[in-house]
């Protein structure tokens, strides 16, 4: 299994731009995090889904962000309008029924001008 | 609310010294607790966990014992490399959760 794949690996946009942000979990895995990490914040949870089900989406700091899981292989982040305080680097990771464990992919630099 | 307590670094050390990187925590019930680290410019990867007290949790010559009357779970290695740079975050997650809590993080750096 290749892993949790992010793409893309790095973003630059301009301040107000929407920006997209995906992920491929693992096969199997039923639970997908969605993490941002900051110098000020160190590691924030986003929003997690249970079988594609949105599950807790207190961490998504404002209306500006949404994410969906439209099938068990995909998910998408989206941020708009994006802003400069929204750079930092985000994280997809995967879990399973065996709570014990995250994979986390390699994660996606969002800097916003 | 849970939450986790880890010394700040950077830690800087020599090769072959012996590392100890401070966790605390506060959970209610019995938590899992956790030490992932992560490689520059890569995602954070277990490295190793406990799941009950006074487990211990070992991997690549590291360990942390979960010690509840403490509420901490210390990492410790007896001899680091210079591959061992990197920054390690402790976790936990409650009873009946799916959710990890992170500490801060804290950078090592070994020199040759």
């Known amino acids: 299994d290749a892993g949790v794949i992010q793409s893309p690996r790095h973003e630059v946009t301009e301040m107000g731009q929407e920006v997209t942000l995906r992920c491929k979990p693992i096969s199997g895995h039923d639970y997908l995090f969605w993490y941002r990490q900051t110098m000020m914040r160190g590691l924030e949870l986003l929003i997690y889904f249970n079988n594609n089900v949105p599950i807790d989406d207190s961490g998504m700091p404002e209306d500006r962000f949404s994410a969906k899981m439209p099938n068990a292989s995909f998910s998408t982040l989206k941020i708009q309008p994006s802003e400069p305080r929204d750079s930092a680097v985000y994280f997809c990771a995967a879990g399973s029924g065996d709570r014990n464990e995250q994979f986390f992919g390699p994660g996606t630099r969002l800097t916003v001008l | 609310g849970n939450s986790v307590t880890q010394m700040e670094g950077p830690v800087t050390l020599s090769e072959e010294a012996f590392l100890t990187i401070n966790c605390t925590y506060t959970?209610?019930?019995?938590?899992?607790l956790f030490w992932y680290v992560q490689y520059p410019g890569e995602g954070l990867q277990l490295l190793l966990k406990a799941t009950k007290a006074d487990d211990k949790g070992s991997n690549k010559g590291f360990e942390a014992t979960y010690r509840k009357e403490t509420t901490s779970f210390h990492l410790e290695k007896g001899s680091v490399q210079v591959s061992d740079s990197a920054v390690y975050f402790c976790?936990?997650?409650?009873?009946?959760?799916?959710?990890?809590?992170f500490g801060k993080g804290t950078k090592l750096s070994v020199i040759p």
């Open positions: 959970a209610t019930g019995y938590p899992s």
């Open positions: 976790a936990l997650n409650g009873a009946g959760s799916y959710q990890l809590t």
